[in-house]
């Protein structure tokens, strides 16, 4: 079986990766490595390393035995381009990713110039999604980054969103999704920020996806922007 996902824009998770590290102000308050030390407390045998970087092998082939249609977020407990996976590895997972073809395979990265490079001497399947996470402006050259992939869909998470975005131009782009940070210690993410997002999608006809406001009690905050809920996707 896969593992259902409470995350609003996947339905299901696959990890042949876990753990990471900290690269930029959006992994403050990693919500990956709270759970990850939690399992690991709990005897989970796939955390025994904590959120140290660790590959599974033995779970590459588990999307083959999905029978079901569903869009999979690849390596929601990691990055699949973090500088301990191996390309032979990100290789093999792809491989998976071809040839479970009926699925959607949905790729977050804040690693983007790894990505970019990887790009260069490869060709994205076109079940996969890639996408790049922008916390503030001063991570926006990852926007550029992924422009340059041959992905067929080529996606932004701006969350946790923690600062304004200047000037996003967003053509080339397919998808965007904005979120507020949750959990212990959560960094408030102010309107204007999220309405200049918006209106940047807007101009350009890129679907908008609002995920929450975010704050230690998300489903208080609630998820409506502009009075209503967002859920656009790419098709």
């Known amino acids: ?137 001063d991570y926006s050259y990852r926007l550029e980054h992924v422009k340059k992939i041959n992905a067929n869909v080529k996606f932004i998470s701006f969350e946790p969103l923690i600062g304004e975005i200047e000037n996003a131009d967003f053509s080339d782009i397919d998808w965007v999704i904005v979120g507020g940070e949750s959990g212990p210690h959560a960094r408030g993410m102010q309107h204007e920020w999220v309405k200049s997002i918006f209106d940047n999608c807007y101009s350009v006809g890129v679907p908008f996806f609002f995920k929450q406001w975010g704050g230690f009690n998300k489903k208080k905050n609630g998820r409506q922007f502009l009075g209503k809920t967002w859920d656009q996707m790419p098709f």
């Not at 699949?80 to 997972?93: G, N, S, T, Y």
Request: charged fraction near 25%; proline fraction near 4%.
């Open 1 to 137: 079986m896969s593992i259902n996902s409470t995350i609003e824009w996947t339905e299901s998770t696959w990890n042949p990766v876990t753990g990471c590290s900290k690269i930029s102000p959006g992994c403050k308050n990693c919500y990956a490595e709270r759970f990850a030390k939690r399992l690991k407390g709990m005897g989970n045998k796939l955390y025994e390393n904590g959120f140290r970087v660790t590959l599974h092998k033995n779970v590459l082939e588990k999307p083959l035995t999905w029978q079901k249609q569903q869009r999979i977020f690849v390596n929601s407990m990691s990055d699949l381009f973090h500088e301990e996976v191996p390309d032979e590895f990100i290789i093999k997972v792809i491989d998976i990713m071809r040839r479970a073809d009926w699925h959607i395979f949905q790729i977050l990265t804040k690693r983007s110039d790894r990505l970019m490079n990887f790009s260069e001497h490869f060709t994205w399947p076109d079940n996969v999604w890639v996408g790049v996470s922008i916390e503030n402006s």
